[in-house]
């Protein structure tokens, strides 16, 4: 349908007929991809479709996440649940092995891991594994996952460490970090899934066509997905907030702590700008070219940095000390993954 003006119209609008209906499809042919504000509400329209579905996550995930917030789970009935996905416990115990969880002594079962660990840690574990297998995976934009995947690792282990040095309860600040740019990939995916569904089209756009778009839509987007897997309401919110931190006038404590979190994630190297001599062959120079100089993507503003100090009464002296225990865990994250 076109517009008066001989544009073509992108979807229907509140209040028109049709609105909510049917599929959303990106029309890649029109001047949709030299028009920021075009693209947004493009890829806003796919990501509300009623046809829209995120990546599945494995239901052993979902389940455990549920366990975690009931007030007394024995530990029989999660180890009886995590042996239901043989290769997401085989990767669990992979990863509470190595020397980022064992310390002095390594656990030898599923059972050994839940003891030393507890429930929370292993459910941490456990959903970083899920997002791995099911979410930052795309044969359209495969190094531009592998970023996606190392930052939100790298964001949710720093969460949880400022976590430490704050007065909130940090049951979810991990979830949140590993979570908060969930919405770049669900959009990545989504736009793959357009594209193949459109007759004549081998591939989605370049990152150089929609970067910008992308980072404006990814806080909303992310919460989307959140409440398509009906995760708790409190983390939906906070992964939807992580550049605003406040909500109705009020500041956010765990969309606080992975705002801090994320910044010092990006200034530690461990952003979306890829490295220099970075082993990241199928990016394209194009696309490298433009996510270097889009350097401002997923990045707060100083002002939203500040109303996150102070609504966790972080001062100077404790950003210090968190800044410093950034360096070692990501130093030592970046040698457990080697």
């Not at 939100?152 to 740019?181: I, N, Q, W």
């Not at 594209?195 to 909303?220: M, Y």
């Not at 910044?263 to 433009?290: F, N, Q, S, Y």
Request: aromatic share 4%.
């Amino acid at each position: 349908m076109k517009t008066n003006d001989g544009k073509q119209k992108l979807g229907k609008k509140k209040g028109e007929e049709g609105y909510g209906q049917g599929q959303a499809q990106i029309a890649w042919d029109d001047d949709v991809l030299l028009d920021e504000e075009a693209m947004v509400e493009a890829l806003l329209a796919c990501l509300k479709a009623p046809d829209y579905k995120p990546p599945t996550l494995p239901s052993v995930a979902l389940d455990l996440m549920r366990l975690s917030q009931e007030p007394e789970v024995s530990f029989e009935d999660v180890v009886k649940l995590l042996e239901q996905d043989s290769m997401l416990a085989g990767r669990v115990l992979k990863i509470v092995q190595s020397p980022l969880y064992s310390g002095a002594m390594q656990a030898a079962s599923l059972h050994d891991a839940l003891v030393r660990l507890g429930l929370r840690t292993l459910r941490d574990i456990v959903m970083e594994i899920a997002m791995d297998v099911k979410v930052f995976r795309s044969e359209d934009y495969t190094e531009t996952m592998e970023l996606l995947r190392r930052h939100c690792s790298a964001t949710a282990h720093l969460a949880k460490a400022v976590s430490r040095y704050t007065p909130m309860e940090g049951d979810y600040a991990f979830l949140v970090g590993l979570l908060h740019d969930v919405g770049i990939a669900g959009t990545l995916l989504a736009l793959s899934d357009s594209v193949a569904s459109q007759r004549g089209k081998r591939r989605p756009p370049d990152l150089v066509s929609i970067w910008p778009a992308l980072d404006r839509v990814h806080e909303q987007a992310a919460e989307l997905m959140a409440e398509h897997w009906k995760l708790p309401a409190d983390l939906r919110m906070a992964i939807g907030a992580h550049h605003q931190v406040l909500i109705q006038g009020f500041a956010h404590p765990l969309a606080a702590t992975v705002a801090i979190a994320n910044d010092l994630a990006h200034d530690l190297g461990h952003g979306l700008v890829p490295k220099e001599g970075a082993a990241l062959g199928e990016m394209t120079e194009l696309e490298r070219d433009c996510m270097s100089s889009f350097t401002t993507v997923d990045r707060s503003d100083p002002k939203t940095l500040e109303q996150a100090r102070e609504a966790l009464q972080l001062g100077d002296e404790q950003m210090r000390l968190i800044e410093s225990d950034a360096a070692g865990l990501l130093s030592e994250l970046t040698a457990d993954t080697e």
